[in-house]
């Protein structure tokens, strides 16, 4: 059984080798965030505040004075793994798995910081706090008893040995009752808190999750042998006295008065009368959508850890008949982010309920505000913006269209189920073309049917794409760069590929006659595309971290680099490109956009706003001064076969329209940017591929202000 576990160990001390612990910059500043929790874990409760353990998002506070409204008001992230959390007056102690017991000053809960830590040996998963001292369960490391005596200096006095794992651990008196899992519970007397004794045990089906004592009882979360009650008024000789058998996992215990609250996994709140302890019976039950791990109760409310639902507040006034009253799921995972004039769009994919795609209002870039959210069936992937619709890439569930005309309640009007894994999406004019087990090319002149036309086999994993003119430019894993013609969009062929390394090749990006390649364990591939029927490389440049992404603003590449941040690279040379700037932060970036002077990182956790202009000697766009008027500059370039560009000027963030018509009035290019944009000039791709030669007129509306201007198409 020790080695099971520490193979177990073993495989979490590499995942947190490679978790970044702490900032660190050049030439990029961080100027706005939104940050997201992984999975809710603990929860504590003072006043009119909880205190939420979550996970590698570490120590949130929550004002509960309205328990319908929870609402986040503090962070600290902690920097293991915040698994739970107990108070003692002005402070609060974070399990913090496995960088031991975190000490939080939350004398202002808005502003909570750390005043001290003691980095136990093991895993630290549960924590509870007696008088001058901190007891933990220290998984394989035992129970470890800290004097916190003075909080900024802790330090270790006692340790007593777990035969497998310290999972749980409470307090009654002079003992200690700690679930050693696998075996059962263990009761340690620490009237020496330097010498802690083991005088009694019993065993349990399951060995343990959790524990709980009130009076000469001790309640165990048994996982799937239900709740365990143990007679421990006789130390030497505990025994069990009557069990539950819960219909889920049980793992944390509170008991009020006599009832046993129980968090009970997948089967969410269970309620269980102990009056009679050695005949406990059901009362109640509420089923969450989560997976319950951890509560703790005030009055007549529980405060439930629901994992990836976040914490969940249910009231216990009838036990019998327990009901939800709030609930704060600011759980996410964001992979993607894709901005179009004052919005963000994040494509969330963390396994929750309202997983999707979430809507930010970034026209304060220092205040990033959610404004809604859209649930989708699988796990975002993937958002494009085209007009009116965003386009998702949900893995399993294929393609999906959300009308988002309206910021805080977008919703679906389409779908197209593909037989494969949709992982990225691109769009150029009536189609969507989607990475997904090869590239297929989905039909999206009526959004809300759309349809598969046209599909391409790739012999790799197609991570990602980038499409430009009649070309598609596919991120094609371990198989490297491949390059589709998808001038018929009917009949796509691969016409030339391009393998350089051993790397996964993992996105795309085109620009000007290359391609840049965000590939996973190289970092950024420049490749010459003059000629899309021989890709030759041209240049790399390694990377600290992982490349997953990768975007191009004139002469500078933004690579999104896994848990090592942003990084921004001078490519004006594309045979020497040299890094000039870099954030590594807490998250793990994913994607970036750039627009502006600033870059817009999903970072799994976050989502966060960089601004990256001291980095660079010169701007990478040529923007003029924003004037006092709106423009519609000419376009460029005019004639044009088959893409152009459209331009305008704001004066201040508002609405705007763009829209194309023919000579005989019939609108052909609809909302091409009916949304709020920011102040500053502004460039969209016009797309004549399925029109026919002649002259158009693209009018801009922007409030009272109106402008036309003539486009000519020539084939």
């Given at each position: 059984?020790r080695?099971?576990?520490?193979?177990?160990v073993?495989?979490?001390?590499?995942?947190?080798?490679c978790?970044?612990?702490a900032q660190?910059?050049?030439?990029?500043?961080k100027?706005?965030?939104?940050?997201?929790?992984?999975?809710?874990?603990?929860?504590?409760?003072?006043?009119?505040?909880?205190y939420?353990?979550a996970?590698?998002?570490?120590?949130r506070?929550l004002d509960?004075?309205?328990p319908?409204?929870?609402v986040?008001?503090?962070?600290?992230?902690?920097?293991?793994?915040s698994?739970?959390v107990?108070l003692?007056g002005?402070?609060?102690?974070?399990?913090?798995w496995?960088?031991?017991?975190?000490?939080?000053?939350i004398?202002?809960?808005?502003?909570p910081?750390?005043?001290?830590f003691?980095?136990t040996p093991?895993?630290?998963?549960?924590?509870?706090?007696s008088?001058?001292?901190?007891?933990?369960a220290d998984?394989?490391?035992?129970?470890?008893?800290i004097?916190?005596s003075?909080?900024?200096?802790?330090?270790?006095?006692?340790?007593?040995p777990?035969?497998?794992?310290?999972?749980?651990v409470?307090?009654?008196?002079?003992?200690?009752?700690?679930?050693?899992?696998?075996?059962?519970l263990?009761?340690?007397?620490?009237?020496n808190?330097?010498?802690?004794?083991?005088?009694?045990?019993?065993?349990?089906?399951?060995?343990?999750m959790?524990?709980a004592?009130s009076?000469?009882f001790a309640?165990v979360?048994?996982?799937?042998g239900?709740?365990?009650?143990?007679?421990?008024?006789?130390?030497?000789a505990?025994?069990?006295?009557?069990?539950?058998?819960?219909?889920?996992?049980a793992?944390?215990v509170e008991?009020?008065?006599?009832?046993?609250?129980?968090?009970?996994?997948d089967?969410?709140?269970?309620?269980?009368?102990?009056?009679?302890p050695?005949?406990?019976i059901?009362?109640?039950r509420?089923?969450t959508q989560?997976?319950s791990y951890?509560?703790?109760?005030?009055?007549?409310?529980?405060?439930?850890?629901?994992?990836?639902?976040?914490?969940?507040?249910?009231?216990i006034?009838?036990?019998?008949?327990?009901?939800e009253?709030?609930?704060?799921?600011?759980?996410?995972k964001?992979?993607?982010?894709?901005?179009?004039g004052?919005?963000?769009?994040?494509?969330?994919q963390?396994?929750?309920?309202?997983?999707?795609?979430?809507?930010i209002?970034?026209?304060?870039?220092?205040?990033?505000?959610?404004l809604g959210?859209c649930?989708t069936?699988?796990?975002?992937?993937d958002?494009?913006?085209?007009?009116l619709y965003?386009?998702?890439a949900d893995?399993?569930?294929?393609?999906?269209?959300?009308d988002v005309?309206n910021?805080?309640?977008p919703?679906?009007?389409?779908?197209?189920?593909t037989?494969?894994?949709?992982?990225?999406?691109?769009?150029?004019?009536?189609?969507?073309?989607?990475a997904d087990?090869?590239?297929?090319i989905?039909?999206?002149?009526?959004?809300?049917?759309?349809?598969?036309?046209?599909?391409?086999?790739?012999?790799?994993?197609?991570?990602?794409?980038?499409v430009s003119?009649?070309?598609?430019?596919i991120a094609?894993?371990?198989?490297g760069?491949?390059?589709i013609?998808?001038?018929?969009p009917?009949?796509p062929?691969?016409?030339?590929?391009?393998?350089?390394?051993q790397g996964?090749?993992?996105d795309?990006?085109v620009?000007?006659?290359?391609v840049?390649?965000?590939?996973?364990?190289d970092?950024?591939?420049?490749?010459?595309i003059?000629?899309?029927?021989n890709?030759?490389?041209?240049?790399c440049?390694?990377?600290?971290?992982?490349?997953?992404?990768?975007?191009?603003?004139?002469?500078?590449?933004?690579v999104?680099?896994g848990n090592?941040?942003?990084?921004?690279?001078?490519?004006?040379?594309p045979?020497?490109?040299v890094?000039?700037g870099y954030?590594?932060?807490?998250?793990?970036s994913?994607?970036?956009?750039?627009?502006?002077?600033y870059?817009?990182?999903?970072?799994?956790?976050?989502?966060?706003?960089?601004d990256?202009?001291?980095?660079?000697?010169?701007?990478?766009?040529n923007?003029p001064?924003?004037?006092?008027?709106?423009?519609?500059?000419?376009?460029?370039?005019n004639?044009?076969?088959?893409?152009?560009?459209l331009?305008?000027?704001?004066?201040?963030?508002?609405?705007?329209?763009?829209?194309?018509?023919?000579?005989?009035?019939?609108?052909?290019?609809?909302?091409?940017?009916?949304?709020?944009?920011?102040?500053?000039?502004h460039?969209?791709?016009?797309?004549?591929?399925?029109?026919?030669?002649g002259?158009?007129?693209?009018?801009?509306?922007?409030g009272d202000?109106?402008?036309?201007?003539?486009?000519?198409?020539?084939?």
């Open positions: 059984m080695i099971k576990a520490t193979v177990f073993l495989s979490f001390a590499i995942l947190f080798s978790i970044a612990l660190d910059s050049l030439n990029v500043t100027v706005g965030e939104i940050a997201y929790w992984d999975k809710a874990n603990g929860v504590a409760i003072s006043g009119s505040y909880a939420v353990a996970q590698s998002t570490g120590f506070v509960i004075s309205n319908a409204v929870p986040e008001v503090g962070s600290y992230d902690t920097p293991g793994w698994i739970d107990a003692s002005s402070l609060a102690f974070v399990a913090d496995p960088s031991g017991l975190r000490i939080m000053d004398t202002n809960p808005e502003l910081y750390e005043v001290g003691f980095d093991g895993m630290a998963g549960d924590v509870v706090v008088g001058s001292y901190a007891y933990v998984w394989e490391d035992g129970l470890r008893i004097d916190i003075n909080p900024s200096d802790p330090y270790g006095v006692g340790v007593y777990s035969q497998w794992l310290a999972r749980g409470a307090v009654s008196g002079i003992y200690v009752c700690f679930t050693d899992y696998s075996y059962g263990r009761i340690i007397d620490v009237s808190p330097y010498a802690p004794v083991e005088i009694g045990f019993c065993a349990t089906p399951e060995g343990g959790r524990v004592v009076g000469q309640y979360g048994d996982g799937t239900g709740l365990r009650i143990v007679d421990f008024s006789n130390p030497i505990p025994y069990e006295v009557g069990f539950y058998d819960t219909p889920g996992t793992w944390g008991i009020q008065g006599d009832y046993a609250y129980i968090a009970d996994g089967s969410g709140l269970c309620v269980v009368n102990v009056s009679n050695a005949l406990p059901a009362a109640g509420y089923d989560g997976y951890g509560l703790s109760s005030a009055e007549d409310l529980i405060y439930l850890a629901d994992q990836h639902e976040g914490l969940r507040v249910i009231d006034s009838d036990p019998f008949v327990p009901y009253v709030g609930y704060c799921n600011k759980v996410g964001i992979m993607d982010v894709e901005i179009s004052a919005y963000g769009y994040l494509a969330d963390f396994c929750s309920m309202e997983r999707g795609l979430r809507i209002d970034i026209s304060e870039p220092s205040s990033p505000i959610e959210c649930v069936p699988g796990l975002a992937k958002v494009e913006i085209d007009g965003a386009y998702i893995d399993l569930y294929g393609l999906r269209v959300l005309s910021p805080t309640q919703y679906e009007i389409g779908s197209y189920d037989p494969g894994v949709a992982k990225d999406v691109e769009i150029l004019g009536s189609y969507a073309y989607l087990w090869g590239l297929r989905i039909d999206i002149s009526i959004p809300s049917v759309p349809d598969e036309v046209g599909f391409c086999d790739t012999p790799g994993s197609c991570s990602g794409l980038d003119g009649s070309f598609a430019y094609d894993g371990s198989q760069l491949r390059i013609n998808i001038a018929n009917m009949a062929y691969e016409i030339s590929y391009l393998n350089p390394s996964i090749a993992w795309s990006k620009s000007g006659t290359c840049y390649v965000a590939s996973y364990e970092g950024l591939l420049v490749i010459d003059s000629d899309p029927a890709p030759t490389m041209v240049s440049c390694d990377t600290p971290g992982e490349a997953y992404d990768v975007d191009i603003l004139g002469s500078y590449a933004f999104a680099d090592s941040g942003l990084r921004v690279i001078d490519v004006t040379t045979s020497l490109p890094e000039i954030y590594d932060g807490d998250g793990v994913r994607n970036v956009t750039v627009t502006g002077s870059a817009f990182v999903a970072d799994e956790f976050y989502f966060s706003i960089f990256y202009s001291a980095a660079l000697p010169v701007s990478p766009y923007q001064e924003i004037p006092s008027s709106f423009i519609l500059h000419p376009c460029f370039p004639p044009f076969n088959p893409t152009t560009t331009t305008f000027t704001l004066p201040s963030a508002g609405m705007v329209k763009l829209e194309v018509f023919d000579i005989n009035a019939c609108r052909v290019g609809v909302g091409l940017a009916p949304t709020r944009y920011l102040p500053g000039t460039h969209l791709l016009f797309d004549g591929s399925g029109l026919s030669s002259v158009y007129l693209a009018r801009l509306t922007a202000f109106t402008q036309t201007q003539k486009l000519v198409l020539l084939k």
